[in-house]
């Protein structure tokens, strides 16, 4: 069993940046594959960013590469999504997403087991 705490998210006008940060429970968190998704108002929830467990290949949603970074550190059990550029069209509630040792379809919400609560992320234009 693993939980998922969100944290980081905000208020931050257009072209700003943040980091999100999810924290995980439980062992072995360096095998677990992590993603992130967002579901704004209205819309169904989307990919984002994910990581793999292992090898830490990483997986980005065109509407974000090259402006958003996912990163983990194994030591703290934690995951990151460093958010730059920020477009009114990110506002969002974020989500971390866990599953162990999932290798493909990590861009789709069906194949994480665990999620977080989610974090709120509003960007003003």
């Known amino acids: 069993q693993v939980q998922l705490v969100e944290s980081g998210g905000g208020l931050v006008q257009a072209g700003g940046s943040l980091r999100l940060s999810c924290a995980a429970s439980?062992?072995?968190?360096?095998?677990?594959?992590m993603g992130w998704f967002r579901q704004a108002p209205g819309k169904e929830r989307e990919f984002a960013a994910a990581?793999?467990?292992?090898?830490?290949?990483?997986y980005y949603a065109d509407s974000v590469k090259g402006r958003f970074t996912i990163a983990r550190d194994n030591a703290k059990n934690t995951v990151y999504l460093q958010m730059n550029s920020l477009k009114p069209e990110d506002t969002a509630v974020y989500y971390c997403?866990?599953?162990?040792?999932?290798?493909?379809?990590?861009?789709?919400?069906?194949?994480?087991?665990?999620w977080g609560q989610g974090t709120q992320v509003t960007v003003s234009s």
């Open positions: 990581i793999s467990g292992g090898v830490d290949t990483t």
């Open positions: 439980g062992r072995a968190f360096s095998d677990y594959a």
């Open positions: 997403a866990a599953d162990y040792k999932r290798i493909l379809g990590l861009d789709q919400s069906r194949s994480y087991d665990y």
